[in-house]
C-alpha cells in the first residue's frame, strides 16, 4: 500500500521557521519526482516545491523562493520543506505529492492526506 505521510505543521509567528517531512513507503523512492503543495481555504491547490527523482533539480512558486528549500533523503524515503520567514499568506494545508518518472502514468500520482500550517501573531 502507498502512503505519504506528513508531519511538522503547526502554529508559528510571522518570520519564524518550521520543516516538513513526508515519508513515503509502497514507492520505489528513487523513480518518482516529489512535490509540496498547499491549499488554503478559497483558493487553488499550488505547487510550492518540487525536486526531481535523483535531487538533482529543484523548482519552486516565486513566493517562496529564496525562504522555502525542499530535499530528500533517498536512505530514509522522505522529503522535507524547510520554510523560513514565514509570511500570513503561507497559511495553508501542505501536502506531499510524488509522481513516478519512469516510464510515467496518470496512476502513479499519490498525495499525503496533508498538513496544517498556520502563520499568526
Do not use: H
Not at 1 to 9: A, F, M, R
Not at 43 to 72: C, H, M, P
Not at 84 to 99: G, I
Request: hydrophobic fraction near 35%; glycine fraction near 10%.
Amino acid at each position: 500500500q502507498v502512503q505519504l505521510v506528513e508531519s511538522g505543521g503547526g502554529l508559528v509567528q510571522p518570520g519564524g521557521s518550521l520543516r516538513l517531512s513526508c515519508a513515503a513507503s509502497g514507492i520505489i523512492f528513487r523513480i518518482y519526482d516529489m512535490a509540496w503543495y498547499r491549499q488554503a481555504p478559497g483558493k487553488q491547490r499550488e505547487l510550492v516545491a518540487e525536486i526531481t527523482s535523483g535531487g538533482g533539480i529543484t523548482n519552486y512558486a516565486d513566493s517562496v523562493k529564496g525562504r522555502f528549500t525542499i530535499s530528500r533523503d533517498s536512505a530514509n524515503n522522505t522529503v522535507d520543506l524547510q520554510m523560513n520567514s514565514l509570511k500570513p499568506e503561507d497559511t495553508a494545508v501542505y501536502y506531499c505529492n510524488a509522481r513516478r518518472v519512469l516510464l510515467p502514468s496518470p496512476q502513479y500520482r499519490y498525495w499525503g492526506q496533508g498538513t496544517q500550517v498556520t502563520v499568526s501573531s
